[in-house]
T-cell receptor
Framework: EPEVTQTPSHQVTQMGQEVILRCVPI?????FYWYRQILGQKVEFLVS????????KSEIFDDQFSVERPDGSNFTLKIRSTKLEDSAMYFC???????????FGPGTRLTVL | GDSVTQMEGPVTLSEEAFLTINCTYT??????LFWYVQYPGEGLQLLLK?????DKGSNKGFEATYRKETTSFHLEKGSVQVSDSAVYFC???????????FGQGTRLTINP
């Protein structure tokens, strides 16, 4: 199973601040995903990313969210102006093909105060 | 839209008991089905999967069979161990789609 690391493991921020969550794949993958899990709720899909483009996104992924892979390695999720309801665990996932198994990172717990 | 429903938790069993966690799904076409497990303090790990009807996924003593006629993918294990204590998630991926759709998760606690 490929290794995925995420940084930071826990981020605390004030409402309205920008945050950047990072995903570092250890092995080569082409497809990248972000999911989130609000406490006590289901894991929800946010976005998929392939070939430096968003390939699919959910209705949750509005204009305050963006993703990029700036250095060809790290995959980042930026939340421009955080809201209280953005508090959640954010998981990065990787896959080698668009229908391949997705492998998840350990998650970043985001707390918005 | 596509959805996954899991049995309500938490589930508490004694060591060596038989485990079943129910999972049913709603989807158009024939999705791929997955079970992921989340151990305390860790991320989601793929436990097993099945990509077509009647396929059986298995791993670490866990099994699940893709039942198209009942739209189910129940997770079973014959004899659970304390180390199986975790949260278990059933998920589907529709054919041609990339996103996974998850159930709400079932917390399992195994007592010695």
């Amino acid at each position: 199973e490929p290794e995925v690391t995420q940084t930071p493991s826990h981020q605390v921020t004030q409402m309205g601040q920008e945050v950047i969550l990072r995903c570092v794949p250890i092995s080569n993958h082409l497809y990248f995903y972000w999911y989130r899990q609000i406490l006590g709720q289901k894991v929800e899909f946010l976005v998929s990313f392939y070939n430096n483009e968003i390939s699919e996104k959910s209705e949750i992924f509005d204009d305050q969210f963006s993703v990029e892979r700036p250095d060809g390695s790290n995959f980042t999720l930026k939340i421009r102006s955080t809201k209280l309801e953005d508090s959640a665990m954010y998981f990065c996932a990787l896959g080698r093909g668009n229908t391949d198994t997705q492998y998840f990172g350990p998650g970043t717990r985001l707390t918005v105060l | 839209g596509d959805s996954v429903t899991q049995m309500e938790g938490p589930v508490t069993l004694s060591e060596e008991a038989f485990l079943t966690i129910n999972c049913t799904y709603t989807a158009t076409g024939y999705p791929s089905l997955f079970w992921y497990v989340q151990y305390p303090g860790e991320g989601l790990q793929l436990l097993l999967k099945a990509t077509k009807a009647d396929d059986k996924g298995s791993n670490k003593g866990f099994e699940a069979t893709y039942r198209k006629e009942t739209t189910s993918f129940h997770l079973e294990k014959g004899s659970v161990q304390v180390s199986d204590s975790a949260v278990y998630f059933c998920a589907l991926r529709a054919k041609g789609a990339q996103k996974l759709v998850f159930g709400q998760g079932t917390r399992l606690t195994i007592n010695p």
